[in-house]
T-cell receptor
Framework: RKEVEQDPGPFNVPEGATVAFNCTYSNSASQSFFWYRQDCRKEPKLLMSVYSSGNEDGRFTAQLNRASQYISLLIRDSKLSDSATYLCVVNSGGGADGLTFGKGTHLIIQP | DADVTQTPRNRITKTGKRIMLECSQTKGHDRMYWYRQDPGLGLRLIYYSFDVKDINKGEISDGYSVSRQAQAKFSLSLESAIPNQTALYFC?????????????FGPGTRLTVL
């Protein structure tokens, strides 16, 4: 089983809709969780950390389910500018900061 | 000005050539990383360095070497480039004293090996 798994998509979603996608991780000892955003041919950038109690940043909500070992990202009132690839990142400890990057979920917001 | 810069941004080279990719940062971070990104494979760690005297192999270090010339500079070398090293290469930094686990990426170098 891969350490961090994401549905690659693409998710085609009309503008204004709500979209959600999950990421599963295999290491139950994983300590911290993040969503990064990557635009086409650009560098990944931190979108938000994911806290145990769940957290919200504007239209974005992140949730963590430790029992089932997945994190989720929900985007409300989607905008055309939300079109990007969303990378799930998990810190399982160990060397190199222990960060493991998922392959990403490609989101396309359609007008 | 960008905090993490990479040069060159694009490079086309031939099989067997030696090539160096450079990364500089003005963030004052001790930790620096080199990743490659391939379609369908995501980001994979090549090498990382926690300070000037520290160099560590990542997941896919074969065929690569690195040099940490200063806190602000971390270069990646391909001693004898081969076509399957064609990829998008990212440098990143982090500061464990700052926002935990957050990595800051450079703009990337698109390398093509013919």
């Amino acid at each position: 089983r891969k350490e961090v798994e994401q549905d690659p998509g693409p998710f085609n979603v009309p503008e204004g809709a709500t979209v959600a996608f999950n990421c599963t991780y295999s290491n139950s000892a994983s300590q911290s969780f993040f969503w990064y955003r990557q635009d086409c041919r650009k560098e990944p950038k931190l979108l938000m950390s994911v806290y145990s109690s769940g957290n919200e940043d504007g239209r974005f909500t992140a949730q963590l389910n430790r029992a089932s070992q997945y994190i989720s990202l929900l985007i409300r009132d989607s905008k055309l500018s939300d079109s990007a690839t969303y990378l799930c990142v998990v810190n399982s400890g160990g060397g190199a900061d222990g960060l493991t990057f998922g392959k990403g979920t490609h989101l396309i917001i359609q007008p | 000005d960008a905090d993490v810069t990479q040069t060159p941004r694009n490079r086309i080279t031939k099989t067997g050539k030696r090539i160096m990719l450079e990364c500089s940062q003005t963030k004052g971070h001790d930790r620096m990383y080199w990743y490659r990104q391939d379609p369908g494979l995501g980001l994979r760690l090549i090498y990382y360095s926690f300070d000037v005297k520290d160099i560590n192999k990542g997941e896919i270090s074969d065929g690569y070497s690195v040099s940490r010339q200063a806190q602000a500079k971390f270069s990646l070398s391909l001693e004898s480039a081969i076509p399957n090293q064609t990829a998008l290469y990212f440098c990143a930094t982090s500061d464990p004293r700052g926002v935990p686990d957050t990595q800051y990426f450079g703009p990337g170098t698109r390398l093509t090996v013919l």
